[in-house]
């Protein structure tokens, strides 16, 4: 049981260049999330899905597209990185939308 | 709007209690939540205490709930050197969001 996964765990992007960030989880959960953490500024919600087939906005979603693969996968993948977009993405699984919300160990996005 | 607030640093000797304080804006909050985040690693739930209860203990770790002046705090007992952390509170507001909302965390030193 890993239970939340994330891939990959470090990436330098040069300005404009495309990505995806994977996280996966095995606990069966209903409900995933992506935030973002900068210095000083605590978590963000960028996306979040409340059940398989969902998505929604977080805080702050611009510049960041996401997939609900299947009930054990949601990406966020980045269409044309931004110097602004360095920071440290934390994917996170819930059982349900407004349980207690399991980590993963974050990738460290630096963009050049 | 919610908002949620917590002292940036505490330093405290070993062996020591500590005390991290929250205090947050949303009076229809149902969850509260202590998360602790080791350097380079994501955020580990806790505790966390329902909102129509005033105290949680679990084993070194006990948690106040001041629903009146909306304030939260996370107690540890005997401090060791292994709970050097960021210590994040976060709220799940009422029914309708499927959010939580993160302190800006408080990091712990423990000196030997």
């Known amino acids: 049981n890993a239970g939340v996964t994330q891939t990959p765990k470090f990436q330098v992007l040069k300005t404009g260049q495309s990505m995806t960030l994977q996280c996966a989880q095995d606990?069966?959960?209903?409900?995933m999330y992506w935030y973002r953490q900068d210095p000083g500024m605590g978590l963000r919600l960028i996306y979040y899905?409340?059940?398989?087939?969902?998505?929604d906005k977080g805080e702050v979603p611009n510049g960041y597209n996401v997939s609900r693969l299947n009930k054990r996968e949601f990406s966020l993948r980045l269409e044309s990185a931004a110097p602004s977009q360095t920071s440290v993405y934390f994917c996170?699984?819930?059982?349900?939308?407004?349980?207690?919300?399991?980590f993963g160990p974050g990738t460290r996005l630096t963009v050049t | 709007g919610e908002d949620v607030e917590q002292s940036l640093f505490l330093s405290v000797r070993e062996g020591d209690s500590s005390v991290i304080n929250c205090t947050y804006t949303d009076s229809s909050s149902t969850y509260l939540y202590w998360y602790k985040q080791e350097p380079g690693a994501g955020l580990q739930l806790l505790t966390y205490i329902f909102s129509n209860m005033d105290m949680k203990q679990d084993q070194r770790l006990t948690v106040l709930l001041n629903k009146k002046d909306k304030h939260l705090s996370l107690r540890i007992a005997d401090t060791q050197t292994g709970d050097s952390a960021i210590y994040f509170c976060a709220e799940n507001p009422g029914a309708g969001s499927y959010q939580l909302t993160f302190g800006k965390g408080t990091k712990l030193s423990v000196i030997p």
């Open positions: 996170a699984s819930s059982e349900s939308p407004r349980g207690e919300q399991y």
């Open positions: 606990m069966n959960h209903n409900s």
């Open positions: 899905s409340a059940s398989e087939g969902t998505t």
